[in-house]
């Protein structure tokens, strides 16, 4: 069997292997040890086995991911999300749509603290959802803004999609979190004029809530001080040549449990909880890594992603009508597989396609992260929409595919407008690191 | 004789995520003052090989927690579609391919680990030696291949535990 013959029927092992439910990881392993074993030895696939997993697990670079989860975590523990939520509920909850908006705005805000859609999600849903809920939202609209303001998490930096993107293609995770930051704003821009838009069709979707005196949204604005201070310490210090990502990560974690502590939110048990959680939450993710490391090698034993490339090529479709090819499987792996294991699984194959063809690879990555998370609330496996769920068991799982309709649209346009326009994304990173 | 084996393997396996939950800790504490100190010109010598270090526990202490509250990441959307009986079985063949993925990895880390020995390998700042924590690795992931098989074992049973049931962590 040619080497590609075997590469591509190790793909389609991958594929069957997913199907019936074997673990991401696993899978992996089993695919790329085996291949690795057919084409360089039982040697080379151990000793691949051997340095790759020591040298990922030791990774300096990786450690932003187990600490910007424990930031999320301790975070969410105390209570800092809700915080967050007042302050935006302060502000413009009077208005119609307001605490729709106001949701998004907590998570836009979340997002800044974790890198995490899930956690941005279930935290913002256990803190919103019942406040819409008592004013009379439709509840459509109300499990349809969580489930979409969840996304936001993997766009808006710090992001382990980033940081997953950045190590699986050796790019800067400074230089993606940057990109991530005009895209994110702008998504939140284009969800909350959704919501306006859903609103001013039908007015009974968003009743305004009670208008507060301006002493209630003073005090509701100091109280998400300490976020704010922690976001721009963290971000703000990355951005300004202050820490490493590494650095940032750690401080920032360090801060909100000086806060936990201070304001006594954190008890020693719920500290040690969200400790435990968070590794948990970094083993899954970085035995997936480590299994991509396997697969990556065989891959590019077999010669796949240079007979992709070719293939592409011959095509003879301009650059651009790749790029959208591209995406387009993104879109459609999205609605059946878990995001992190479909960057895992395609950038192999995708990105030295990418290089080929003179595409920034930051821009590049900006857009992939775009439409993992339009996966994340795409029918039928969309992650946060059964999240949004566990928090709301009364309002039918249809209902909130149909309240996240909106949002999945406004992801497409918001995709669209960072295609046409590639300095949204990369005007940032190239001004601040050149 | 499993319920016992099953009290001592959450009590290996708590164990496991809480050295794994320390390491996290250690590296927090270890940015800080590094950070802290850097602000003052003096940062602390030999972070770099502290935090490397202690993310190897930090990932492999929390395997077999992660396996044992499901956190492998599967594509559970054709579940529904198959006979109990397939589930049951897919549910069995995953535990034990899990197994035999970390006690590979537990070898193939061990192998290793002689040769750091053999080489006087060590971190760069602090000359940790690199064996002790590949040791550590290949510990960790003998607990999770144990915790697999165990369940594994425990899936075959009758009344044994079935793809829906979820657990409680130890």
Same mark, same amino acid.
């Given at each position: 069997?040619?080497?590609?013959?075997?590469?591509?029927?190790?793909?389609?092992?991958?594929?069957?292997?997913?199907?019936?439910? =074997?673990?991401?990881?696993?899978?992996?392993?089993?695919?790329?040890?085996?291949?690795?074993?057919?084409?360089?030895?039982?040697?080379?696939?151990?000793?691949?086995?051997?340095?790759? $997993?020591?040298?990922?697990?030791?990774?300096?670079?990786?450690?932003?991911?187990?600490?910007?989860?424990?930031?999320?975590?301790?975070?969410?523990?105390?209570?800092?999300?809700?915080?967050?939520?007042?302050?935006?509920?302060?502000?413009?909850?009077?208005?119609?749509?307001?605490?729709?908006?106001?949701?998004?705005?907590?998570?836009?805000?979340?997002?800044?603290?974790?890198?995490?859609?899930?956690?941005?999600?279930? $935290?913002?849903?256990? #803190?919103?959802?019942? !406040?819409?809920?008592?004013?009379?939202?439709?509840?459509?609209?109300?499990?349809?803004?969580?489930?979409?303001? %969840?996304?936001?998490?993997?766009?808006?930096?710090?992001?382990?999609?980033?940081?997953?993107?950045?190590?699986?293609?050796?790019?800067?995770?400074?230089?993606?979190?940057?990109?991530?930051?005009?895209?994110?704003?702008?998504?939140?821009?284009?969800?909350?004029?959704?919501?306006?838009?859903?609103?001013?069709?039908?007015?009974?979707?968003?009743?305004?809530?009670?208008?507060?005196?301006?002493? !209630?949204?003073? $005090?509701?604005? $100091?109280?998400?001080?300490?976020?704010?201070?922690?976001?721009?310490?963290?971000?703000?210090?990355?951005?300004?040549?202050?820490?490493?990502?590494?650095?940032?990560?750690?401080?920032?974690?360090?801060?909100?449990?000086?806060?936990?502590? =201070?304001?006594?939110?954190?008890?020693?048990?719920?500290?040690?909880?969200?400790?435990?959680?968070?590794?948990?939450?970094?083993?899954?993710?970085?035995?997936?890594?480590?299994?991509?490391?396997? #697969?990556?090698?065989?891959?590019?034993?077999?010669?796949?992603?240079?007979?992709?490339? !070719?293939?592409?090529?011959?095509?003879?479709?301009?650059?651009?009508?790749?790029?959208?090819?591209?995406?387009?499987?993104?879109?459609?792996? %999205?609605?059946?597989?878990?995001?992190?294991?479909?960057? #895992?699984?395609?950038?192999?194959?995708?990105?030295?396609?990418?290089?080929?063809?003179?595409?920034?690879?930051?821009?590049? %990555?900006?857009?992939?992260?775009?439409?993992? !998370?339009?996966?994340?609330?795409?029918?039928?496996?969309?992650?946060?929409?059964?999240?949004?769920?566990?928090?709301?068991?009364?309002?039918?799982?249809?209902?909130?595919?149909?309240?996240?309709?909106?949002?999945?649209?406004?992801?497409?346009?918001?995709?669209?407008?960072?295609?046409?326009?590639?300095?949204?994304?990369?005007?940032?990173?190239?001004?601040?690191?050149? | 004789?499993?319920? +016992?084996?099953?009290?001592?393997?959450?009590?290996?396996?708590?164990?496991?995520?809480?050295?794994?939950?320390?390491?996290?800790?250690?590296?927090?504490?270890?940015?800080?003052?590094?950070?802290?100190?850097?602000?003052?010109?003096?940062?602390?010598?030999?972070?770099?090989?502290?935090?490397?270090?202690?993310?190897?526990?930090?990932?492999?202490?929390?395997?077999?927690?992660?396996?044992?509250?499901?956190? +492998?990441?599967?594509?559970?959307?054709?579940?529904?579609?198959?006979?109990?009986?397939?589930?049951?079985?897919?549910?069995?063949?995953?535990?034990?391919?899990?197994?035999?993925?970390?006690?590979?990895?537990?070898?193939?880390?061990?192998?290793?680990?002689?040769?750091?020995?053999?080489?006087?390998?060590?971190?760069?700042?602090?000359?940790?030696?690199?064996?002790?924590?590949?040791?550590?690795?290949?510990?960790?992931?003998?607990?999770?291949?144990?915790?697999?098989?165990?369940?594994?074992?425990?899936?075959?049973?009758?009344?044994?535990?079935?793809?829906?049931?979820?657990?409680?962590?130890?």
């Amino acid at each position: 069997m040619s080497a590609e013959a075997l590469g591509f029927t190790g793909i389609v092992a991958l594929l069957i292997l997913l199907v019936l439910r =074997v673990p991401v990881a696993f899978a992996m392993f089993l695919v790329g040890f085996l291949g690795i074993w057919a084409l360089n030895g039982w040697n080379g696939a151990m000793g691949l086995l051997s340095s790759e $997993t020591f040298t990922l697990a030791s990774s300096s670079e990786l450690v932003v991911v187990p600490l910007f989860i424990l930031m999320g975590n301790v975070a969410s523990t105390t209570g800092m999300s809700r915080q967050l939520y007042n302050a935006a509920y302060a502000v413009i909850g009077h208005i119609r749509g307001g605490l729709a908006s106001a949701t998004l705005l907590g998570c836009g805000g979340f997002a800044a603290l974790s890198g995490s859609s899930v956690a941005s999600a279930l $935290t913002m849903g256990k #803190v919103s959802l019942s !406040e819409m809920d008592r004013y009379g939202y439709d509840p459509r609209l109300s499990t349809g803004v969580v489930a979409a303001g %969840g996304t936001l998490g993997i766009l808006i930096p710090p992001s382990t999609g980033f940081v997953i993107f950045a190590i699986l293609t050796e790019q800067s995770i400074g230089r993606l979190f940057l990109a991530g930051v005009f895209p994110g704003l702008l998504l939140l821009a284009i969800f909350v004029i959704t919501v306006s838009i859903i609103c001013w069709f039908r007015p009974e979707a968003g009743p305004p809530g009670l208008r507060r005196s301006l002493s !209630e949204k003073l $005090t509701a604005l $100091t109280g998400a001080l300490p976020i704010l201070l922690v976001i721009a310490s963290t971000i703000g210090g990355i951005y300004g040549g202050l820490f490493s990502p590494v650095e940032a990560a750690g401080v920032g974690a360090a801060f909100v449990i000086i806060y936990g502590i =201070v304001t006594r939110s954190l008890s020693l048990p719920a500290f040690w909880q969200a400790a435990r959680a968070s590794v948990v939450t970094t083993a899954t993710v970085m035995l997936i890594l480590i299994a991509a490391h396997m #697969v990556n090698p065989f891959l590019a034993l077999s010669h796949v992603p240079t007979y992709v490339g !070719e293939a592409l090529i011959a095509l003879d479709i301009p650059v651009l009508g790749t790029l959208v090819l591209m995406l387009l499987v993104y879109l459609v792996l %999205g609605c059946f597989l878990e995001g992190f294991a479909m960057l #895992v699984l395609t950038l192999p194959i995708f990105f030295p396609v990418v290089l080929q063809m003179g595409i920034d690879p930051i821009w590049f %990555g900006v857009l992939v992260v775009l439409t993992l !998370e339009m996966g994340l609330i795409s029918p039928p496996v969309g992650i946060n929409v059964f999240i949004v769920k566990s928090v709301a068991p009364k309002v039918a799982l249809a209902d909130i595919f149909r309240g996240v309709l909106p949002f999945w649209l406004a992801m497409l346009v918001t995709l669209g407008i960072l295609i046409a326009f590639p300095q949204i994304s990369l005007l940032l990173p190239n001004t601040m690191f050149n | 004789m499993i319920a +016992h084996l099953r009290i001592w393997a959450d009590r290996l396996i708590g164990l496991s995520a809480n050295l794994g939950a320390l390491g996290l800790i250690v590296e927090v504490g270890v940015i800080l003052v590094d950070v802290i100190g850097r602000s003052f010109g003096a940062p602390l010598y030999g972070s770099q090989d502290l935090i490397s270090m202690s993310m190897v526990i930090l990932v492999f202490g929390a395997m077999a927690l992660c396996d044992r509250q499901r956190g +492998h990441i599967a594509v559970d959307l054709f579940e529904p579609r198959f006979p109990a009986a397939l589930n049951r079985a897919i549910d069995i063949c995953a535990a034990l391919l899990g197994a035999v993925v970390f006690a590979f990895i537990a070898y193939a880390i061990i192998d290793s680990a002689k040769l750091s020995v053999m080489l006087n390998l060590s971190t760069n700042l602090l000359r940790l030696p690199k064996a002790w924590f590949q040791w550590g690795l290949a510990g960790f992931s003998i607990i999770t291949a144990l915790g697999m098989t165990l369940r594994a074992v425990e899936f075959c049973l009758p009344g044994g535990d079935s793809p829906s049931t979820k657990e409680t962590a130890p």
